[in-house]
């Protein structure tokens, strides 16, 4: 059921919900439940190939190799297009930070929400 619960998000660029992914494999599989969606999504996260979008409270595919570094998301306003970067020195900044107020993070994520260069090509055309 992973396997088929990643490749519904990989094929789709936009951020879905869990009962957007139930719906898309509700026809193969007519009996499917939430609960078997959630545990598919917690063990793909786990493994780092999801990513939870905490804002909307939607899921997206990995699109790095690499999972050393907390990804950015970037999400479009506009077109719900996201995109994932990572930035060592970004969260080393940030743990710098956190750690002069005492604070101990236990988990990154980071999430910017404006308009993509595809969108804001578009509009500037306009």
């Known amino acids: 059921m992973q396997a088929q619960v990643l490749d519904v998000?990989?094929?789709?660029?936009?951020?879905?919900?869990?009962?957007?992914v139930l719906r898309?494999?509700?026809?193969?599989?007519?009996?499917?439940a939430p609960p078997t969606i959630y545990r598919a999504l917690a063990a793909l996260m786990e493994r780092g190939k999801v990513h939870r979008l905490e804002s909307l409270n939607a899921f997206v595919a990995c699109q790095c190799e690499r999972h050393r570094d907390a990804p950015i998301?970037?999400?479009?306003?506009d077109c719900g297009v996201v995109e994932e970067n990572s930035s060592t020195d970004l969260l080393t900044a940030l743990s710098g930070i956190a750690g002069k107020s005492g604070f101990a993070p236990m988990r990154h994520v980071i999430e910017v929400?404006?308009?993509c260069g595809a969108c804001g090509s578009a509009e500037s055309r306009a």
């Open 9 to 20: 998000l990989r094929s789709c660029r936009v951020p879905m919900s869990a009962y957007d």
């Open 24 to 32: 898309c494999l509700r026809e193969e599989h007519p009996r499917l």
């Open 73 to 77: 998301l970037w999400v479009c306003t």
């Open 113 to 115: 929400h404006g308009r």
